[in-house]
């Protein structure tokens, strides 16, 4: 690993026209620029440069495209009370996304490099960071295997590049409660598997689950483990957390779930407010029967996309419980309000968290 090279920049010559902050939704919207890196065998990382938005071309026997060996990750940059743009935990991001490569055999890139791809990317699209509350710069870091060949091994050959995507307030109407079903037909990661990384396959496995439960009239699936079918381990692709009396609980990171930034900050918060916190295995059985002799206060999901999304309603084997009246929990509110405040610059960053992007001096 090399230190930190130098990132070129060539500007689009065309660059699109921009959407208006109140019609964004996700990810639809690319902004004008990518950041993108290649790996070959011997000469390791190399050529890290912002580049006109693209597509790739690739050979149709790219390994890629047949065995996914394919990691991203994801975070935002959010435009301050005070106009200054500030990356959420980008360090943290930097070093999942190296995790995640890790566990299917990608070659490592260096942390610091991958930090400040995110600060080029965000600099060279500034003008994409949009102003409207609640909005912001969702940035899309992705490691693909392009060797073309269709052998099954780890690939040879890479690109890291980096996308982004002005995206709208995920709660328009204030933070509203989901409906989430147990499900014990399937499971999303297996100890020894994938469950660890974020990778393109955990995500094609939670498909059919996803459309059961649309299907039966919820939002999400509560991921039950692979092995006796009972312990909770995520909900969606998001961790879950609940309040059982005066415990909050969440899953540990034991190697079926994701370890997520958004996991990470709010347990740091709760820890810091002296709430009672457990990271131990919870049984669907243990949170139905709270739920049932009224203990069980909230439950939420964290992640970056949405910071919390409060859950009012559970479904498990036909039985329904609804949680706090189907209304969005004190405590989960105070966690949003808390995490928002940081990341828009208007709630002190006790922890240092946020990092400023610096801006280029236009001429
Ligand atoms: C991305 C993701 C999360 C949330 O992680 P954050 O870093 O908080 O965004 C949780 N679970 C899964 C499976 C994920 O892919």
Redesign the pocket.
């Known amino acids: 690993m090399t230190a930190p090279a130098q990132i070129s920049l060539t500007r689009t010559q065309n660059p699109a026209v921009k959407p208006a902050d109140a019609s964004l939704s996700f990810g639809k919207v690319l902004t004008d620029h990518m950041f993108i890196m290649n790996y070959t065998e011997g000469k390791g990382w190399h050529d890290p440069r912002v580049v006109p938005y693209a597509p790739l071309s690739m050979d149709p026997a790219t390994s890629v495209l047949h065995y996914g060996q394919a990691v991203f990750d994801?975070l935002k940059a959010y435009r301050g009370a005070d106009g200054a743009i500030r990356l959420f935990r980008a360090r943290r991001?930097a070093e999942?996304l190296n995790k995640s490569c890790r566990a299917l055999c990608i070659p490592e890139l260096d942390p610091e490099l991958v930090r400040q791809s995110f600060e080029a990317i965000v600099a060279a699209d500034h003008d994409w960071v949009p102003h409207a509350p609640g909005t912001s710069l969702y940035i899309r870091p992705t490691v693909i295997a392009t060797d073309v060949m269709l052998g099954v091994h780890p690939a040879h050959s890479y690109i890291y590049f980096v996308i982004c995507s002005p995206v709208g307030a995920y709660y328009k109407e204030g933070v509203k409660p989901v409906r989430i079903l147990a499900t014990d037909n399937h499971v999303r990661a297996v100890q020894g598997g994938l469950g660890e990384a974020?990778t393109a396959a955990?995500y094609a496995a939670s498909l059919s689950a996803q459309q059961e439960a649309e299907r039966a009239g919820y939002t999400q699936v509560l991921w039950l483990d692979g092995v006796e079918r009972k312990w909770i381990d995520?909900v969606g692709?998001?961790?879950i957390m609940m309040q059982i009396g005066d415990e909050v609980i969440t899953p540990p990171l034991a190697g079926t779930?994701?370890d997520?930034?958004?996991?990470n900050s709010i347990l740091t918060l709760l820890r810091d407010w002296g709430v009672n916190v457990s990271e131990r295995r919870v049984s669907i059985d243990e949170v139905m029967q709270a739920g049932r002799d009224g203990t069980l206060k909230e439950m939420w999901g964290?992640?970056?996309?949405a910071v919390v999304s409060p859950v009012g309603q559970l479904g498990y084997k036909g039985e329904v419980i609804s949680i706090g009246n189907g209304q969005t929990g004190a405590l989960t509110q105070k966690l949003y309000d808390a995490i928002v405040g940081i990341q828009y610059g208007r709630a002190e960053d006790k922890h240092g968290w946020m990092s400023e992007v610096k801006l280029p001096v236009e001429a």
């Open positions: 994801g991001h999942r974020k955990n995520e692709t998001m961790n779930i994701l997520g930034v958004t996991r964290t992640g970056t996309a």
